[in-house]
C-alpha cells in the first residue's frame, strides 16, 4: 500500500517493521533483504531531517545484523554512525522551533531513537567484550531517560545489559541489582523476550556463585517464557530458528538440578530440549 501512495517515509515505515519481525522469528536472510531496501530508499529522500532520521534508523539495524554475523567491530562502527546522525537531528531540531511547531512530537520521536541506538551499541560493545565501554554506554542511555522523562520499554534492555557486564567483572550483586530490576520491569510490561533473558541470566549468576537452588525457579521462569512463545509460532520452521539459541537455559536448568542432586528431573529437561 506505501510502494502505491509513492511517499518514501510511508515505505520505511512498512520496510522497518517487516525487517523487525523477520529477524524476531530467526528469517535473518529475509530481514537483511528488507532492511538493504530500506537504507536505498532513506539515502534518496529529498528531506534533510527525513532522510537523517531514517538512515539512523536503518544504520542501527546494520549494526544488528551484523553483530549477529559476529562482525563486531563493523556493527560498533555502524551503530556510532547511526548514533551521530541522531545526535546531530536532535540538535537540529532543539535549535529550530519552526521546525518543532511543525512536528511536535519530531524531539521525543528523536530521544526514543537515540536510547534504542545506545543500548545497540552498547550491546556490540558487550558482544566484543569491550565492558568498561558497554556499562558507560548503557549508563548513558538510562541519563537519556531521566533527563527527557520518557517512558521507553528500552529501559528494561539497558538494566539487563548493566546487569550481564556487572556479571562479566564479578560484581555480583550490582548483577543482581541490576538484572532483577530488569526481570520486574519486563514482567510488569510483559515483555517475554526480555523476562526470558533476565530469568536465564540470574539462573547463570546463581549457578556461577554455587547456589543452583536458587537458580532453578529463575531458569523454570525462562523456560515457560520459552515454550509459551514457541507454541505461538505456527511454521515449524520458525519454531526451529527461534529454538535455535535458546539451549543454553536447558542445559543450564539440567545442571542446577544435578548440583541439587535430582538426576529425575534433570533427566527430564533433557529430554525437553531434545524433542524441541
Known amino acids: 500500500l506505501a510502494e502505491k501512495t509513492g511517499r518514501p517515509p510511508l515505505q520505511t515505515g512498512a520496510i522497518y517493521q517487516l525487517q523487525n519481525s523477520y529477524r524476531a522469528v530467526g528469517n535473518h536472510a529475509k530481514a537483511r533483504e528488507w532492511l538493504d531496501k530500506g ?12 532522510r537523517r532520521f531514517n538512515l539512523a534508523s536503518f544504520l542501527r ?21 547511526s548514533l551521530r546522525l541522531l545526535e546531530d537531528h536532535l ?12 512536528f511536535p512530537r519530531a524531539v521525543r520521536q528523536t530521544e526514543n531513537s537515540l536510547i534504542s541506538t545506545l543500548y545497540r551499541l552498547g550491546l556490540a560493545y558487550q558482544r566484543a567484550g569491550k565492558v568498561e565501554e558497554g556499562i558507560k554506554t548503557y549508563e548513558r542511555g538510562l541519563s537519556v531517560i531521566k533527563e527527557s522523562g520518557l517512558k521507553t520499554q528500552v529501559e528494561v534492555n539497558l538494566y539487563w545489559g548493566l546487569g550481564d557486564l556487572y556479571r562479566r567483572k564479578k560484581e555480583f550483586p550490582g548483577a543482581l541489582e541490576n538484572l532483577q530490576r530488569a526481570l520486574e ?7 517475554a523476550t526480555m523476562t526470558y533473558l533476565a530469568s536465564s541470566q540470574i539462573g547463570d549468576l546463581y549457578l556461577e556463585t554455587r547456589k543452583p537452588a ?10 515457560d517464557n520459552i515454550e509459551s512463545t514457541r507454541s505461538l509460532l505456527e511454521s515449524e520452521e520458525f519454531r526451529s530458528s527461534y ?27 533433557s529430554e525437553k530440549a531434545r524433542s524441541r
Open 39 to 50: 537504507i536505498e530508499i532513506a539515502k534518496q529522500m529529498p528531506d534533510e531531517g527525513t
Open 214 to 223: 536458587e537458580a532453578i525457579p529463575y531458569y523454570k521462569k525462562a523456560i
Open 185 to 191: 520491569m519486563a514482567e510488569k510490561l510483559r515483555l
Open 243 to 269: 529454538f535455535e539459541d535458546k539451549r543454553g537455559v536447558y542445559a543450564g536448568m539440567i545442571l542446577a538440578h544435578l548440583r541439587t542432586k535430582n538426576p529425575r528431573e534433570a533427566f527430564s529437561y
Open 91 to 102: 540538535a537540529f531540531l532543539k535549535n529550530r522551533e519552526d521546525v518543532r511547531r511543525k
Open 61 to 81: 539495524e546494520l549494526g544488528i545484523d551484523l553483530l549477529r554475523q559476529g562482525k563486531r567491530e563493523e556493527a560498533i562502527e555502524h551503530t556510532s554512525d
